[in-house]
């Protein structure tokens, strides 16, 4: 290849590299500023009454009862429920959310493009009754496979998503209705079936489909605030204590994702192994190029770009990765021998294979243990970029995700130990305990993604919960509670 050439086609790599895309890779491995600080996280405020637990508990849970679960698969049903919701009104109903319950009844709501004609929240709950049911009816079998075919790579879509996060908004909007009329069971059903949903998008092999299962939990147990703080509000210390540790795991997808380029073209996990000839492990090369093109440069499968790309991966990274086959045991001799396109090929998987290990072994333990591994992925894939690999774009913010699936469980956790002193208050003449040692009847949790005991004080009738502010988790992220106890006086409801 002349000067001529060279040029050129490093000219058409930095194009290549210079998408939109490759920006915002750039910017997802850069990490946060740990010196910076941040304005003080606003504490959520609750009121809530002093309680102890149900005595008949079974009746009191947050997730479906056996009795009512099924053999089949969830996502046959979910599109059945899917397809209902996409026949129906698009109603604009977040601003019911912010409303008191005792403003429901007169509330209105309009379509989401079209605000000229309203509807009481009654009237958006019947004529969505059907998809209420089919919802509810989906969230009780106990298996749920959404044959998503992952070998699509960048083309796969999942428009179903979006409705099933519209699915828990009203479900949610449901919710708050049955309280509003005192139906605290009526309103627990509806968040048995959308933590549910959550549990069952947590089945799904994608990063994706495990956040929204994040959101709708997250979504669920806002609306359990609202539940908590009503002055008859059962207490549901042993409902929050059957969740399961976070309520949404993403284990599934983390593993998906750690294994994304074999599932993309699974002939490559043998490819190394292999005694092609240098036209087929040119080919290979394309062939890997060409899935990993539209992830730079957010396009589709454009050969000239994978063509820019493999070129600039051999200008780049063939002397490096010869370098490190010699000083792996093999003999200068026998490394010149072998294409270029292996050496390049070969050395690329074999990168991107240690990478992934290291950043992937952290996720399978609790968050606080793995803390010390926060930020590997980051760091990992500026490494990768930095050395001219492109299979760096294949490692996610793993991190964050996974952050903020325990901090879905450290809010189910916060709720237990409100629950907890809401136990204790109503045990002991009104009183809140001053610290939580002193809380013997109940186990406290501690916080999931600290492994350290919630903070906790007391000033008069008001207690505090709060969270150890961590590296990562923004103002608005944190969680923090300001709980104001009822005088027994203002128990009774309304």
Not at 444 to 456: A, I, K, S
Not at 469 to 488: F, N, S
Request: glycine fraction near 6%; aromatic fraction near 8%.
């Amino acid at each position: 290849m002349n000067k001529l050439a060279l040029q050129v086609t490093a000219s058409t790599l930095c194009l290549v590299l210079a998408g939109p895309a490759w920006g915002q890779a750039v910017a997802a491995t850069r990490p946060m500023h740990a010196g910076k600080t941040a304005s003080a996280p606003k504490l959520t405020e609750l009121t809530v009454s002093a309680a102890e637990p149900p005595e008949v508990l079974v009746r009191w849970t947050l997730l479906p009862p056996p009795r009512e679960m099924r053999h089949g698969n969830a996502a046959l049903a979910y599109q059945q429920a899917i397809n209902l919701l996409r026949d129906a009104r698009d109603y604009d109903y977040q601003a019911a959310f912010a409303l008191p319950l005792d403003e429901l009844a007169a509330a209105r709501v309009g379509l989401r493009d079209d605000e000229t004609q309203t509807w009481s929240i009654e009237q958006v709950l019947w004529q969505n009754r059907s998809a209420l049911r089919a919802f509810h009816d989906a969230a009780r079998y106990r298996s749920c496979d959404w044959q998503r075919d992952i070998s699509k790579g960048f083309a796969l879509l999942m428009p179903d998503l979006q409705y099933m996060r519209r699915g828990a908004q009203l479900l949610m909007l449901d919710a708050r209705w049955q309280m509003a009329q005192g139906d605290y069971k009526g309103a627990l059903r509806d968040m048995q079936t959308a933590l549910a949903m959550g549990r069952h998008l947590e089945e799904g092999v994608t990063l994706i489909e495990g956040l929204v299962g994040i959101a709708v939990s997250a979504h669920t147990l806002k609306q359990f605030e609202t539940l908590m703080q009503q002055p008859d509000a059962p207490n549901l210390y042993w409902a929050l204590a059957e969740l399961p540790s976070p309520p949404v795991r993403l284990n599934k997808a983390l593993r998906t994702e750690s294994d994304l380029v074999y599932l993309w073209a699974p002939e490559l996990a043998e490819a190394t192994d292999k005694s092609w000839t240098a036209e087929q492990w040119r080919v290979a090369l394309d062939r890997l190029c060409r899935k990993i093109a539209p992830a730079i440069r957010g396009g589709g499968d454009d050969a000239d770009e994978a063509r820019a790309l493999i070129t600039g991966l051999t200008l780049v990274s063939y002397p490096r990765y010869k370098k490190q086959l010699i000083a792996s045991g093999l003999s200068a001799e026998e490394v010149e021998k072998m294409p270029v396109a292996k050496v390049v090929f070969t050395q690329m998987l074999r990168e991107y294979d240690i990478a992934r290990g290291e950043m992937y072994k952290w996720f399978s333990l609790p968050y606080h243990e793995a803390r010390r591994g926060r930020g590997r992925d980051a760091d990992l894939a500026a490494k990768l970029w930095a050395g001219g690999n492109p299979l760096a774009m294949l490692i996610p913010a793993l991190d964050g995700a996974n952050m903020i699936a325990w901090q879905t469980d450290r809010q189910v956790k916060a709720f237990r130990v409100i629950e907890a002193v809401r136990h204790h208050a109503a045990t002991h003449g009104g009183k809140l305990p001053a610290s939580l040692d002193d809380i013997t009847d109940l186990s406290v949790p501690d916080d999931p993604m600290t492994g350290e005991p919630f903070l906790y004080k007391v000033e008069g009738n008001v207690f505090y919960v709060e969270c150890e502010r961590l590296p990562g988790v923004r103002p608005h992220q944190q969680i923090g509670y300001k709980v104001t106890l009822r005088p027994p006086a203002d128990n009774e409801k309304g």
